[in-house]
């Protein structure tokens, strides 16, 4: 089913893997948990990356949505 709004696409993605990145360069990827009108995303066993290598094992991470640049479906 393809959605109309971004918001629907994003709530398609929930439960699912995720690359996030920011404003920052800094990309994280994790399953997609919760996220709100603002994009304020919450990540569970988030990971970020830096050059497309692991840099750390992060756990749940929040991510604000004014930071965000690219929300990406793995």
């Known amino acids: 089913m393809e959605s109309e709004r971004p918001l629907d696409?994003?709530?398609?993605?929930?439960g699912k893997r995720v690359l996030v990145e920011l404003k920052n360069g800094k990309q994280f990827i994790g399953n997609l948990k919760?996220?709100?009108?603002?994009?304020?995303?919450?990540?569970e066993e988030a990971e970020e990356h830096?050059?497309?290598?692991?840099?750390?094992?992060?756990?749940?991470?929040?991510?604000?949505?004014?930071?965000?640049?690219?929300?990406?479906?793995?």
């Not at 919760?34 to 990540?43: Q, W």
């Open 50 to 74: 830096e050059n497309g290598q692991l840099k750390r094992k992060i756990g749940t991470a929040f991510l604000r949505g004014d930071t965000i640049i690219l929300i990406s479906p793995q």
């Open 34 to 43: 919760a996220f709100d009108i603002h994009i304020n995303t919450v990540l």
């Open 9 to 14: 696409a994003l709530n398609q993605a929930r």
